[in-house]
C-alpha cells in the first residue's frame, strides 16, 4: 500500500475505485467496506483508493468536542494496509478544506486529482459545504464526470451493528472484550518505553512505563488488563496498569506494564501493547504489602486465562 499525505500528493495516472470516510478504528463495519471496495477494483481491473482525513473533522468544525481517537495515523495506516488497499490518501482537515462545494470537491479532487471511476459510498453519506452533498447529488455528479456510485443501502450496513462512536464508549467504560469483539482485532497502545520512578522493582513488579505522544489517542479506562507485546520478535504477556497509582501516592496518569518471565532492558524502544482483557479496577491499597499481595493474585488470574482461554 502506498500512503499520500495530502490529496496534492498523489502521482498516480491509475483510474481509482474510491471510498471516503475517517474510519476511526477501521472496525468490522470499516472492513466489510473496505473488502467490498477491493473486491470490486479486482473486478473492474481498477486501483483501489481510501480517502481519508486527520485531523478528524469534528476537531476543527466543533471546537467544544473532546472527541478522542481510537487510532493514531500510524495505527490507521497499518490496518488499512493489511486489508490490501492500493492507495491511502491521509487529507489534512481545516477550516478551508471544508468550504468546498460538494461539487468542487467531487470535480476537483475525486476525478480531477484521483482519477475516480467508481464511488462505494454509504447510503446516508454527506459531504462538501455545509454538507450539502449526498447520494442523490453523487449519482448526478457521476453522470456529468463519468464514474459509477455503488451505494452500500442501510440493511448491509445494519448487519454489522457497530460504529465508531459504540468502540469508543465500550473503551471508556473498560469493557475491552466489546471493543475488540467490535474492532475484530485487539485494542492498542503504541509509544516508547520512558523512565519512571522505578517504585516495581523494589516489589518485584517492574514496569515498563508507556508514552503515548498522541494526545488525542483514547487511552481506556482506568484499570489492570492483561496484554501481551513483540519485542525483538518474541511475544511477552503481561499486566497493564492505567491510572494514577493511588497506593503510592501518584499524582497523574500512567500507562505501566509488567510483562511476565521478561528482563530485557527496553527503555525508548517503542513498543505497541494489545490489551486483551480487563482483570479489575485501580484501587488504593492500605499498604504496599497489599498491593503486592494483590499484584501476584492479579499475575496468576492472568496467567490461567492466557493459558485456558487462548489468548
Same mark, same amino acid.
Given at each position: 500500500?502506498?500512503? =499520500?499525505?495530502?490529496?496534492?500528493?498523489?502521482? #498516480?495516472?491509475?483510474?481509482?475505485?474510491?471510498?471516503?470516510?475517517? =474510519?476511526?478504528?477501521?472496525?468490522?463495519? !470499516?472492513?466489510?467496506?473496505?473488502?467490498?471496495?477491493?473486491?470490486?477494483?479486482?473486478?473492474?481491473?481498477?486501483? %483501489?483508493?481510501?480517502?481519508? =482525513?486527520?485531523? @478528524?473533522?469534528?476537531?476543527?468544525?466543533?471546537?467544544?468536542?473532546?472527541?478522542?481517537?481510537?487510532?493514531?495515523?500510524?495505527?490507521? $495506516?497499518?490496518?488499512?494496509?493489511?486489508?490490501?488497499?492500493?492507495?491511502?490518501?491521509?487529507?489534512?482537515?481545516? #477550516?478551508?478544506?471544508?468550504?468546498?462545494?460538494?461539487? +468542487?470537491?467531487?470535480?476537483?479532487?475525486?476525478?480531477?486529482?484521483? !482519477?475516480?471511476?467508481?464511488?462505494?459510498?454509504?447510503?446516508?453519506?454527506?459531504?462538501?459545504?455545509?454538507? +450539502?452533498?449526498?447520494?442523490?447529488?453523487?449519482?448526478?455528479?457521476?453522470?456529468? =464526470?463519468?464514474?459509477?456510485?455503488?451505494?452500500?443501502?442501510?440493511?448491509?450496513?445494519?448487519?454489522?451493528?457497530?460504529?465508531?462512536?459504540?468502540?469508543?464508549?465500550?473503551?471508556?467504560?473498560?469493557?475491552?472484550?466489546?471493543?475488540?469483539?467490535?474492532?475484530? *482485532?485487539?485494542?492498542?497502545?503504541?509509544?516508547?518505553?520512558?523512565?519512571?520512578?522505578?517504585?516495581?522493582?523494589?516489589?518485584?513488579?517492574?514496569?515498563?512505563?508507556? *508514552?503515548?505522544? +498522541?494526545?488525542?489517542?483514547?487511552?481506556?479506562?482506568?484499570?489492570?488488563?492483561?496484554?501481551?507485546?513483540?519485542?525483538?520478535? @518474541?511475544?511477552?504477556?503481561?499486566?497493564?496498569?492505567?491510572?494514577?497509582?493511588?497506593?503510592?501516592?501518584?499524582? *497523574?496518569?500512567?500507562? +505501566?506494564?509488567?510483562?511476565?518471565?521478561?528482563?530485557?532492558?527496553?527503555?525508548?524502544?517503542?513498543?505497541?501493547?494489545?490489551?486483551?482483557?480487563?482483570?479489575?479496577?485501580? *484501587?488504593?491499597?492500605? %499498604?504496599?504489602?497489599?498491593?503486592?499481595?494483590?499484584? $501476584?493474585?492479579?499475575?496468576?488470574?492472568?496467567?490461567?486465562?492466557? #493459558?485456558?482461554?487462548?489468548?
Amino acid at each position: 500500500m502506498k500512503t =499520500f499525505e495530502k490529496v496534492a500528493d498523489f502521482n #498516480k495516472n491509475k483510474a481509482t475505485i474510491i471510498t471516503i470516510g475517517t =474510519f476511526d478504528g477501521v472496525h468490522l463495519g !470499516h472492513q466489510k467496506i473496505l473488502k467490498q471496495l477491493t473486491n470490486e477494483a479486482k473486478k473492474s481491473n481498477l486501483k %483501489s483508493l481510501v480517502l481519508t =482525513f486527520f485531523p @478528524h473533522p469534528r476537531m476543527v468544525l466543533q471546537k467544544e468536542s473532546d472527541i478522542k481517537l481510537i487510532n493514531t495515523i500510524a495505527e490507521k $495506516q497499518a490496518l488499512c494496509s493489511d486489508m490490501a488497499i492500493d492507495y491511502l490518501v491521509i487529507q489534512p482537515f481545516n #477550516k478551508a478544506f471544508s468550504r468546498y462545494t460538494a461539487l +468542487e470537491f467531487v470535480r476537483d479532487i475525486l476525478v480531477e486529482q484521483l !482519477h475516480m471511476k467508481k464511488l462505494i459510498i454509504g447510503y446516508d453519506h454527506q459531504f462538501g459545504k455545509n454538507r +450539502e452533498g449526498g447520494i442523490e447529488e453523487l449519482q448526478e455528479f457521476g453522470l456529468m =464526470f463519468d464514474f459509477e456510485v455503488i451505494e452500500i443501502d442501510k440493511q448491509e450496513l445494519n448487519t454489522v451493528a457497530v460504529s465508531s462512536t459504540k468502540v469508543r464508549n465500550a473503551l471508556r467504560e473498560g469493557n475491552i472484550t466489546l471493543a475488540n469483539s467490535y474492532l475484530g *482485532h485487539s485494542y492498542t497502545i503504541t509509544g516508547p518505553v520512558v523512565s519512571g520512578k522505578k517504585l516495581g522493582r523494589t516489589i518485584h513488579f517492574p514496569t515498563a512505563n508507556i *508514552h503515548v505522544p +498522541e494526545l488525542y489517542k483514547l487511552i481506556p479506562k482506568d484499570g489492570v488488563y492483561i496484554v501481551k507485546s513483540v519485542i525483538d520478535s @518474541h511475544m511477552y504477556y503481561g499486566m497493564l496498569n492505567i491510572g494514577n497509582r493511588p497506593t503510592v501516592g501518584g499524582t *497523574h496518569r500512567t500507562i +505501566e506494564v509488567h510483562f511476565f518471565d521478561f528482563d530485557k532492558d527496553i527503555y525508548y524502544k517503542t513498543i505497541q501493547l494489545q490489551i486483551l482483557k480487563r482483570l479489575r479496577d485501580e *484501587h488504593k491499597f492500605d %499498604s504496599i504489602e497489599s498491593l503486592v499481595k494483590q499484584l $501476584q493474585k492479579d499475575k496468576k488470574e492472568a496467567l490461567v486465562i492466557i #493459558k485456558n482461554e487462548q489468548l
